[in-house]
């Protein structure tokens, strides 16, 4: 199956600091990739759709300005969290599919992020 | 109204039985159903998709659709205790590729 490669996969930041989080298509295209947070004992929510070359969708309720998305190529979307609290404090989990409609979705590694 | 629900569980199942798990989803027009496995700790791995009313078998796991009912399940036959973990359905609706999740089932299986 296709592989999707997330950057890094744990990391710890102290209040106040950005975080970037890296995700990458390895051996296909992707122009769309998804980025999920989740809680412990809880579901993937989707946060935002990333969009080769124009902006991100973000979903209801989610920072635009705190959490920036950039989709530089058809092979690497972003996320970058910024000045993190220790509510950011999520696993983080990009996708991307193949094909349109109808095909699965192929996750990252997933980013265990702490913020002390 | 949740676009996707399931029973969040814990379903405790002895050494092989069959556990069943079910899905329902809101959106009529959905068009791929998609069960996935998520360990603690670890991002979900895909077990099932199903683009079509009635059912699909891979091995010990078979997924049910009924797009009537807007109820999609999965059934695992012999279960192991390394099925024991949370099983999200998840939808792709029409207009787009995003993947919508539902809230997960907890499954225990007791040696």
């Known amino acids: 199956g296709a592989v999707v490669s997330q950057h890094p996969s744990r990391v710890i930041c102290k209040s106040g600091t950005s975080v970037k989080i890296e995700c990458r298509s390895l051996?296909?295209?992707?122009?769309?990739m998804f980025w999920y947070r989740q809680f412990p004992k809880q579901s993937l929510m989707l946060m935002a759709t990333s969009n080769e070359g124009s902006k991100a969708t973000y979903e209801q309720g989610v920072e635009k300005d705190k959490f920036l998305i950039n989709h530089a190529s058809l092979t690497l979307s972003t996320l970058t969290v910024t000045s993190a609290h220790p509510e950011d404090s999520s696993f983080y989990i990009c996708?991307?599919?193949?094909?349109?409609?109808?095909?699965?979705?192929?996750f990252g590694q997933g980013t265990r992020l702490t913020v002390v | 109204q949740k676009e996707v629900e399931q029973n969040s569980g814990p379903l405790s199942v002895p050494e092989g039985a069959i556990a069943s798990l079910n899905c329902t989803y809101s959106d009529r027009g959905s068009q791929s159903f998609f069960w996935y496995r998520q360990y603690s700790g670890k991002s979900p791995e895909l077990i099932m998709f199903?683009?079509?009313?009635g059912d699909k078998e891979d091995g010990r796991f078979t997924a049910q659709l009924n797009k009537a009912s807007q109820y999609v399940s999965l059934l695992i036959r012999d279960s192991q205790p390394s099925d024991s973990a949370t099983y999200l359905c998840a939808v792709i609706k029409t207009s787009y590729d995003k993947v919508i999740f539902g809230p997960g089932t907890s499954l225990s299986v007791i040696p």
């Open positions: 996708s991307a599919n193949l094909g349109t409609g109808g095909t699965e979705a192929f």
């Open positions: 199903i683009y079509s009313n």
């Open positions: 051996d296909f295209q992707a122009t769309t």
